[in-house]
């Protein structure tokens, strides 16, 4: 009888905690957008993988942990969901995602090139080799957008202001017709150093430590200058 009574008040516990852990979640809204509306981004955003149902509970319970009321919900692709977090209520201003423009990005064109590369310990030098390279406009548009701190308003003017090329064996990379202005340019530099990981009983495996990591660097682009820059530490 014990054993039965502590099983019941253990049971009691765990439902009173999860609700009190999630207050107010089953009144949190699930809407398509937020544009247009009175209401302030809180929290990141975050993903789901599974059916439309246990995806708005599981996005109702996190939105109460930012204190949000709304959660917009998009499906990426088939059960694959993402979702933000809002405040919403009225008096408060309405919410617009961020727009690109081409301010500062308007007075001509400009080739670039570069070479990204990092020394190790032992003086040995390890460039971007084969790994891609990205180049975007350091602006509030760009950098809102890959950061995820609010929603970004998507344009053909956008995506063709973002440039993918690949460093050579070398670590080398160009590109061509840039507008001038502020960039940021983006890559990798990474290499394994084998390790040795005991699994107990005297055995061993051979792994792979994966060293270095992603570059970034802003640049100015300018017009009748030659317009290269090493990305390194």
Request: include cysteine.
């Amino acid at each position: 009888m014990l054993s039965l009574l502590k099983v019941i008040m253990l049971l009691c516990f765990v439902v009173l905690h999860g609700c009190a852990k999630y207050k107010g979640w089953e009144d949190v809204e699930i809407e398509p957008t937020a544009v247009g509306k009175s209401c302030v981004l809180l929290g990141k955003r975050e993903s789901c993988k599974s059916n439309l149902a246990i995806c708005n509970t599981w996005f109702k319970k996190r939105a109460t942990g930012v204190k949000a009321n709304t959660v917009v919900l998009t499906e990426i692709y088939n059960s694959n969901f993402m979702g933000r977090y809002y405040n919403c209520e009225a008096g408060l201003p309405l919410y617009e995602k961020v727009k690109f423009t081409m301010e500062g990005y308007t007075n001509g064109v400009s080739d670039l090139t570069g070479q990204a590369f990092l020394i190790q310990r032992g003086g040995d030098v390890v460039t971007c080799a084969g790994k891609m390279v990205v180049l975007y406009p350091n602006n509030n548009f760009f950098n809102t957008k890959r950061s995820g701190d609010k929603e970004t308003e998507d344009s053909d003017e956008a995506l063709s202001m973002e440039f993918v090329t690949q460093c050579d064996a070398g670590g080398n990379f160009e590109f061509y017709n840039v507008p001038n202005g502020l960039w940021t340019i983006e890559t990798a530099v990474t290499w394994d150093v084998p390790e040795a990981v005991n699994v107990g009983m005297g055995m061993y495996f051979i792994a792979a430590n994966k060293q270095g990591g992603n570059m970034k660097k802003n640049v100015w682009v300018k017009p009748n200058v030659k317009n290269r820059f090493i990305i390194s530490q």
